[in-house]
């Protein structure tokens, strides 16, 4: 619960793009499908801060922002904007606009500050080309910025365990070169899709299937259920399928 842990967790986005991914697919659990193909500037900046412990200070009023003017007024709102670029340091929220219109109501773009390089501040941002990335932006784009109050912040609240699904098939989907088909895989890509993920529910036991896996497999262990990575449903992937809380 600390500015480092806010960019210390968006550090491990970086190189995350395209859409859905894991972080628009968090976020749209809670928010609507619609959300995990949607521009996710905002969404990133919401599920670094849940996923580090910020989440009541980096999102004032302890709700979700993908709308990145609400996240705005929202930190105007509670006494902690700051107009333009002056002062501007490590954690901060950073909000800009491209076309020169340096208002609140023209914002279209955020990220975190990691830190400042002379008349610069550097950031970290999703969706910046569909892409999770560090940037460096001046005076003549930023808005303005929030200041969480990092010291006040207490964490998401962490959802319980979900009732478990079918007992695992006792047997291992794996890649392999003669691809794998059969019911089970069926099975777990359905229960994958229905969690919100982009799969395709075939049978297939294919590249796709086995980059999903590991995707989630990676994503589960960042939300505290600790997982291999290393694309293989075996008896603790098949179970955190079911049981793991869509976070």
């Known amino acids: 619960m600390s500015l480092d842990s806010m960019i210390q967790t968006a550090e491990q986005s970086l190189g995350l793009s395209g859409r859905p991914n894991a972080l628009t697919n968090d976020y749209a659990s809670r928010e609507g499908q619609e959300y995990a193909a949607a521009p996710w500037c905002d969404e990133a900046v919401t599920e670094w801060a849940r996923q580090s412990g910020n989440f009541a200070a980096v999102c004032p009023s302890s709700q979700d922002y993908a ?7 929202a930190f105007a709102d509670a006494g902690q904007w700051h107009s333009g670029i002056d002062g501007i340091q490590a954690g901060d929220i950073a909000f800009f606009n491209w076309e020169g219109n340096l208002t609140v109501a023209g914002i279209e773009h955020v990220g975190v500050v990691t830190g400042t390089s002379g008349a610069y501040a550097l950031t970290i941002e999703g969706n910046t080309g569909d892409v999770c990335a560090r940037r460096v932006r001046g005076a003549n784009v930023i808005v303005g910025y929030g200041r969480p109050p990092y010291a006040s912040a207490v964490p998401a609240l962490a959802p319980a365990p979900l009732p478990g699904g079918p007992e695992w098939p006792g047997e291992y989907l794996r890649l392999q070169s003669s691809m794998e088909h059969d019911d089970n895989v069926r099975t777990w890509q359905q229960h994958m899709h229905d969690r919100g993920w982009s799969i395709a529910v075939d049978g297939w036991y294919g590249q796709q299937s086995d ?9 589960s262990t960042a939300h505290g259920w600790p997982l291999a990575v290393d694309g293989v449903v075996g008896p603790a992937t098949w179970d955190a399928t079911w049981r793991r809380p869509v976070s």
């Open 67 to 73: 709308y990145t003017v609400a996240h705005a007024q």
């Open 211 to 219: 980059s999903i896996c590991r995707q989630f497999q990676q994503d």
